[in-house]
Nanobody, 112 residues
């Protein structure tokens, strides 16, 4: 089992920035992939960003150039710049190594 604890969500005005952090603990395996999905009300959950154990990254087109994912051992970070109201969602951290574990989610609200 892997436990994930997220932090860093909150409210921010358009154009602002936030940094999400996810700490993994438990049966961590090398070679895992970690990442962030988000759930926008009324829409399907979408992959936002992911990072492999070797550091390879992938982003959804709508956040490229604005969001940056990074990792440090069993922690993964998502720096979100130039936020806009369309980024308002619950953000979920996940860990994958042949099975997926999810965090509890953290709310990000972008509004004026």
């Amino acid at each position: 089992q892997v436990q994930l604890v997220e932090s860093g969500g909150g409210w921010v005005q358009p154009g602002g920035s936030l940094r999400l952090t996810c700490a993994a603990s438990g049966s961590i395996s090398s070679g895992n992939t970690m990442g962030w999905d988000r759930q926008i009300p009324g829409k399907e959950r979408e992959m936002v960003a992911r990072i492999s154990a070797s550091g390879g990254t992938s982003y959804v087109d709508s956040v490229k150039g604005r969001f940056t994912i990074s990792r440090d051992n069993a922690k993964v970070y998502l720096v979100m710049n130039d936020l806009n109201p369309d980024d308002t969602a619950v953000y979920y951290c996940y860990y994958w190594y042949y099975e997926t574990f999810w965090g509890q989610g953290t709310q990000v609200t972008v509004s004026s």
